[in-house]
């Protein structure tokens, strides 16, 4: 079964604009990590954050992570065309050997 | 380029059969996860092995089993295959809780 919850499903928006994406969850967790995959093919890792971390940045990246409410946002700045892609949030839970549980992922579209 | 490995990119079969997916990982990991992507059931954890020892299980059929080498290398079989079982097939690996790293994937079609 799925863990996290994405949304939105899908997101259209013009370059240079910024693009926000959710992720909420249901258990405790170690970490939650954010993956991009470019039509069907292999997952980036994009960035990792600990569940005693609150935000974190890389680059046009802004994750942050509230453990109270159970879910994670990605902000992209600045978008560019090659942005477009589908993102997952994913969950390594406690006691759980490290094994990510995904969402169903944001596809995003950035139009030029 | 994530530094996992995995053979072959593309596999088509017919029902029945049986094939087997191999995943080199990165350097020094010694976690090796299995997933598996479709379009119905999206990304899915499969099963876990670490320095050869199986650590966890995920929704992984009972046609389904894999095995890590002493060399870390690990592949992952699947037999009396149905057309349902078509799909992405990754391979991650990872150095305890922390970045997974995943490989180019097989795609598997079965016909």
């Known amino acids: 079964s799925q863990q996290g919850e994405e949304d939105p499903q899908a997101l259209s928006i013009q370059e240079g604009e910024n693009a926000t994406m959710n992720c909420s969850y249901k258990?405790?967790?170690?970490?939650l990590q954010w993956y991009r995959q470019n039509s069907g093919r292999g997952l980036v890792h994009l960035i990792l954050?600990?569940?005693?971390?609150r935000e974190k940045h890389s680059g046009r990246l802004r994750v942050t992570l509230d453990t109270s409410k159970k879910s994670s946002s990605l902000l992209i700045t600045a978008s560019r065309a090659a942005d477009t892609a589908s993102y997952f949030c994913a969950t390594d839970r406690r006691n759980q050997g490290g094994k990510l549980i995904f969402g169903q992922g944001t596809e995003l579209s950035v139009k030029p | 380029d994530s530094g996992v490995t995995q053979t072959p990119k593309h596999l088509i079969t017919a029902t029945g059969q049986r094939v087997t997916l191999r995943c080199s990982p990165r350097?020094?990991?010694?976690?090796v996860y299995w997933y598996q992507q479709s379009l119905d059931q999206g990304l899915q954890f499969l099963i876990q092995?670490?320095?050869?020892?199986?650590?966890a299980k995920g929704n992984i059929l009972e046609r389904f089993s894999a095995q890590q080498f002493p060399d870390l290398h690990s592949e992952l079989n699947l037999s009396s295959l149905e057309l349902g079982d078509s799909a992405l097939y990754f391979c991650a690996s990872s150095v305890g809780h922390n970045e997974q790293f995943f490989g180019p994937g097989t795609r598997l079609t079965v016909l």
């Open positions: 092995y670490y320095n050869g020892e199986e650590r």
């Open positions: 258990t405790s967790i170690n970490n």
């Open positions: 954050i600990r569940s005693n971390e």
């Open positions: 350097s020094g990991d010694l976690s």
